[in-house]
């Protein structure tokens, strides 16, 4: 029977010729990751079901990003018990800080994720992993615990929802803009326990970063997982970097959806999801005279360094708005390293902006740029649900590098031609 | 088992960022965290909610993030049930795999107000609105839910299964 890249993937894992929609499944994972929010939790669950050893130290990740370097000391306490859990069990891929990363930028760049791979994670964002061509989802602490103890996890088989997008993107047009108008259309429940594919010309044409960034959001929609098959820019991505070769798997041509949207990408304008839902999306253009006091460029969505370069490309010799608070969070370390080795940094840092060593921060209102009382902020990140940065009455505009750099120049949501035809300051 | 309570009544895509703030994830603590629960969309709630009491929401509850921090917080507050017209599909796991009883009922969702009383008979799968006089089924957990349900939750169920492997880790 046709069968989609997600029932391929499942089928394999659970050993079977093939699966169907809604039946349940049991498959080995190849990877489990959890972070110093969730993995506290699991770990007092596996304790006290009484585990004594996790199924296989070198497929499990343990990655303290969220309120790290330690915000507190209560976050420092949580951080604490990954660090001796990881040294109690031998866990190999456990990152202190200092080598350390946001989660889902980290672990693909490490080459821990591979196509054809079933991997869970204790943290929504987990779904990011599509983009090489695994089956990647996002599960609970309790679901970590066990995961970590059995090398395994149920699954219910979701139905497919595929997207095909046509046409070539128009300049300053990038992954960000094309997930934000998708979940615009179909609504922040459209794909309930589904899973996003994403095909097309356009997809075809995009960057692994731009993949990473679509697939990161399908969350948004309700999304089980999103997925992009593999082709020769996932190729050229793992080669040198994926510790295993994994299995690339494709969709069959007259494989069963749920529903197919088809969508043309060339008159598509850089977006931005307003205040309170990632649905709620409107042109950047339309909101030219929303003022805001922050921008965050960074985060597991768009925190890697093409990210960042898109960023410096509108802020090069340009000055943030005097009102505008600009606030970098790389990835990781090695996107650091590479954007202190291309000019990316200095750019950013020149124009004002404040750079920061990878962390989650103000993504989920935890630390390094939480916003006060009615304060607006222009954000790469994927949340804006009330108080997710902070106070409850301020407000998360969610846009891409590209928007968020023009708008921090211009001190109001702005796009690139709106900054770019005024020339440079200096 | 028979749960009655006094109805909370939410919207739709009620997120895991207002059922518990990612300020109050620096801890595990569950009497913490529900001292804190549905904080953001309703501050007066911990103070009105009774033990026993039931959420009632429309689509989506639980949207967002895999915070299992979210049903503890809601359990710790004192509440029996959740009746929604969807769950989001970490939500809906996490809920049974801490044992916060959840219930796909959009018809009973949608017909409760806020003080309504409810008797959820988890069993047999149906939702009484008590004020009202009507009575609702709810979508049933397929088998192997169930089974989880019955065995206590995940845990129990791995720990089974890694003895009956001989693996027991
Ligand atoms: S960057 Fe934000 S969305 Fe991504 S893992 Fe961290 S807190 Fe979650």
């Not at chain 1, 420092?76 to 069990?89: M, P, S, T, V, Y």
């Not at chain 1, 821990?112 to 061509?133: E, F, K, Q, R």
């Not at chain 1, 999103?226 to 494709?250: E, K, N, Q, W």
């Not at chain 2, 895991?16 to 965290?33: F, G, K, Q, W």
Request: hydrophobic residues 45%.
């Amino acid at each position: 029977m046709a069968q989609t890249i997600t029932e391929k993937i499942l089928a394999r894992a659970a050993g079977l010729d093939e699966v169907q929609p809604g039946q349940i499944i049991e498959a080995p994972v190849d990877l489990a990751l959890a972070n110093d929010i969730t993995a506290p939790m699991a770990i007092a669950e596996f304790e006290k079901a009484g585990f004594e050893h996790v199924f296989d130290p070198a497929k499990i990740a343990l990655v303290p990003d969220h309120f790290t370097p330690n915000k507190d000391v209560k976050s420092a306490g949580q951080a604490k018990i990954l660090r001796e859990f990881a040294r109690k069990h031998a866990v190999v891929n456990y990152f202190e800080v200092g080598r350390m990363g946001i989660e889902h930028v980290l672990l693909p760049e490490q080459g821990l994720v591979s196509p054809g791979d079933v991997i869970v994670g204790a943290d929504s964002h987990t779904c990011t992993y599509g983009a090489v061509g695994a089956f990647s989802t996002g599960v609970g602490s309790t679901d970590f615990a066990a995961a970590m103890a059995w090398g395994k996890v149920w699954l219910r088989v979701p139905e497919s929802f595929r997207f095909v997008y046509s046409g070539t993107l128009p300049k300053y047009i990038t992954g960000k803009d094309l997930v934000l108008h998708t979940i615009g259309l179909i609504g922040v429940d459209g794909a309930l326990y589904q899973a996003m594919e994403f095909a097309g010309e356009a997809i075809a044409a995009l960057s692994m970063d731009g993949r990473f960034t679509m697939c990161n959001m399908a969350i948004e929609a309700g999304a089980k997982s999103g997925v992009v098959a593999p082709d020769a820019t996932t190729a050229a991505y793992l080669a040198g970097r994926a510790r295993r070769p994994g299995v690339v798997f494709a969709s069959d041509a007259d494989a069963a959806y749920a529903r197919t949207l088809e969508i043309d990408v060339a008159e598509l304008q850089p977006t931005v999801a307003k205040p309170h839902l990632p649905a709620n999306t409107a042109p950047a253009a339309a909101l030219a005279d929303t003022a805001i006091d922050q921008v965050v460029i960074g985060s597991c969505t768009n925190g890697r360094l093409e990210d960042l370069r898109q960023a410096a490309e509108i802020l090069r010799g340009r000055r943030v708005h005097p009102n505008v608070r600009l606030i970098i969070l790389p990835g990781t370390q090695q996107v650091c390293l590479d954007a202190a080795a291309d000019g990316t940094m200095q750019a950013l840092i020149e124009a004002g902006g404040a750079f920061s060593t990878p962390t989650c921060g103000p993504c989920l209102g935890g630390h390094m740029g939480v916003l006060a009382a009615r304060e607006r902020c222009v954000s790469t990140t994927n949340r804006n649900f009330v108080g997710r940065m902070g106070d409850v009455t301020s407000e998360v505009y969610l846009a891409s590098p590209y928007v968020a750099a023009a708008s921090a120049i211009a001190g109001h949501i702005a796009t690139p031609e709106m900054v770019l035809s005024k020339g440079r300051a200096r | 088992m028979i749960l009655e309570g006094t109805v909370h009544k939410f919207g739709r895509d009620v997120d895991t960022d207002v059922i518990i703030p990612a300020r109050y994830l620096n801890t595990s603590d569950a009497a913490e965290l529900g001292a804190h629960c549905m904080e953001d969309i309703d501050t007066e709630f911990v103070r009105r909610v009774q033990l026993g009491d039931i959420i009632v929401a429309a689509e989506n509850f639980g949207c967002g993030s895999s915070r299992e921090h979210a049903p503890v917080a809601i359990k710790a507050a004192g509440v029996s049930c959740v009746v929604a017209a969807s769950f989001a599909r970490i939500f809906y796991r996490n809920a049974i795999n801490t044992g916060l009883p959840i219930v796909v009922c959009p018809q009973a969702a949608a017909a409760a107000q806020a003080g309504d009383r409810l008797r959820v008979d988890l069993a047999a799968g149906t939702v009484e609105n008590v004020t009202r006089g009507t009575m609702y089924a709810a979508e049933p957990f397929p088998p192997f839910m169930q089974e989880l349900i019955a065995r206590g939750g995940l845990l129990p169920y791995v720990a089974a299964q890694l003895k009956e492997s001989g693996a027991r880790g």
